[in-house]
T-cell receptor, first 115, second 112 residues
Framework: DVKVTQSSRYLVKRTGEKVFLECVQD?????MFWYRQDPGLGLRLIYFSYDVKMKEKGDIPEGYSVSREKKERFSLILESASTNQTSMYLC??????????????FGPGTRLLVL | SQQGEEDPQALSIQEGENATMNCSYKTSINNLQWYRQNSGRGLVHLIL?????REKHSGRLRVTLDTSKKSSSLLITASRAADTASYFCATAIYNQGGKLIFGQGTELSVKP
């Protein structure tokens, strides 16, 4: 079975702190994604990566950065956490195939509270 | 703007009844996928329908796709309390490298 793990289920941080969210997948997927999920807004794509050291901005990249040094690991970084970044963060991964019919496999999510 | 919009936002039914959820989208797609999310957890892929398909079945799930109306529906037959979850449609656009655009979801409650 595909497994996508996230470093924390729950996280409480203070405004201004630097926050690292880690995601690891074990299926040799090329693509990895970071979303945030807020009530009434669904899932919004923050960043994604289709290869090591490659990254692309999603719909809401402001206030975030990412790092992909190894194929299996994709990190989301909040350089200076703010209260409006309190949210559920979901990581996902998928194969990159010409057919474009990849399904995404999700981690369990990290619920981040910024005080 | 949202590519996928779902209707209804919330649905409450009795066990044994069928549940139907709808999804509309705006641009041409490669495929449309449905995902399920149990409360506080990650999403799980349910079913994928390609743009050249009209209907697909998987167990108690039936998905239809009408590309002329840019809409899809997910039918869960003979629902169970364990089907209680949020359901999301997601569209894949051509040449977008595997990116999906998710709708806001339908929250389904199945009462025993």
């Amino acid at each position: 079975d595909v497994k996508v793990t996230q470093s924390s289920r729950y996280l409480v941080k203070r405004t201004g702190e630097k926050v690292f969210l880690e995601c690891v997948q074990d299926m040799d997927h090329e693509n990895m994604f970071w979303y945030r999920q807020d009530p009434g807004l669904g899932l919004r794509l923050i960043y994604f990566s289709y290869d090591v050291k490659m990254k692309e901005k999603g719909d809401i990249p402001e206030g975030y950065s990412v790092s992909r040094e190894k194929k299996e690991r994709f990190s989301l970084i909040l350089e200076s956490a703010s209260t409006n970044q309190t949210s559920m963060y979901l990581c996902a991964s998928s194969y990159l195939r010409p057919s474009g019919q990849e399904t995404q496999y999700f981690g369990p999510g990290t619920r981040l509270l910024v005080l | 703007s949202q590519q996928g919009e779902e209707d209804p936002q919330a649905l409450s039914i009795q066990e044994g009844e069928n549940a139907t959820m709808n999804c509309s989208y705006k641009t041409s797609i490669n495929n449309l996928q449905w995902y399920r999310q149990n409360s506080g957890r990650g999403l799980v892929h349910l079913i994928l329908i390609r743009s050249n398909e009209r209907e697909k079945h998987s167990g108690r799930l039936r998905v239809t796709l009408d590309t002329s109306k840019k809409s899809s529906s997910l039918l869960i037959t003979a629902s169970r309390a364990a089907d209680t979850a949020s359901y999301f449609c997601a569209t894949a656009i051509y040449n977008q490298g595997g990116k999906l655009i998710f709708g806001q979801g339908t929250e389904l409650s199945v009462k025993p």
